[in-house]
């Protein structure tokens, strides 16, 4: 957006805001509160049955006053599933969940926020401040020509905020787009919370492949383990109904990663956690 935002008061509140992974979970809902039950601070859910019912959560979105004249607030307020509040921000122009902020920037604004260096300002705030900071740039090439700054220099100051302030960098080409942007943000913010983001990377062909697959993502089992348990139980529904002493008689798992199997197919323990964390699979 125009305008400046660089008073002692603005980045002071700003610089106050700086969170722990925990605390992002617990503002979308999936922590207790500080001095809660520690031992059920976070699980994931316990079926992919549970989490497909699990009811969409509402995204809350805080918008800047200042920018009530971009058009995004009014196509924001359209979107269902979305609540809309708008206030003076420190810093960013859209603030979701308490944890992403966002500063938009017109394809005619960003050449003079660049010239001026009003965007790296406001990145170094972002950048030290928030837990997620985001430039969204909104437009397209023919107009930020118009404002006379090369594209080289634009490109120069991109990478600048990208690589070296870590800010995330979308583009959309009119408010409308800026709007649904900032709800799939937000709804992807609230699914990583849940531990329930599409799983990227390879994804193999073929049934044997892909149950191989799937074992392996349990802790500490490789293609070897992974192979053991197939071949000794035949499916992973008979792997997962098996009993610790069941698990821990195939060659190569024990009781200690058949406890660990147990813990994640099973009710919840999270007592078990920490055998699991940072040991290689085979």
Known sequence: M?????????????????????????????????????????????????????????IQIVADDRENAGGVIDALRQMPGTVVEVRRLACGDFLIGERIVVERKTAIDLPASVVDGRVFRQAERMKHGWRRGVLLLEGNETDAQVAGVSREALQGALIHLAVFDGLAILRSRDPAETAHLLVYLGRQAVAWARGALPRAGYRPR??????????QGFPRIGPERAARLLERFGSIQTITNASNAELASVDGIGPAIATGIRAIVGPENRSVSGETEGIRAD
């Open 206 to 215: 073929g049934l044997r492949a892909r149950r191989l697959f799937v074992l």
């Open 2 to 58: 125009t305008g400046d935002r660089e008073s002692t008061t603005d980045q002071g509140q700003c610089n106050s805001f700086i969170f722990r992974d925990d605390d992002w979970r617990r503002q979308f809902g999936h922590l207790p509160a500080e001095g809660g039950e520690t031992a059920r601070a976070f699980a994931p859910p316990k079926s992919i049955a549970g989490l497909m019912e699990t009811k969409p959560a509402e």
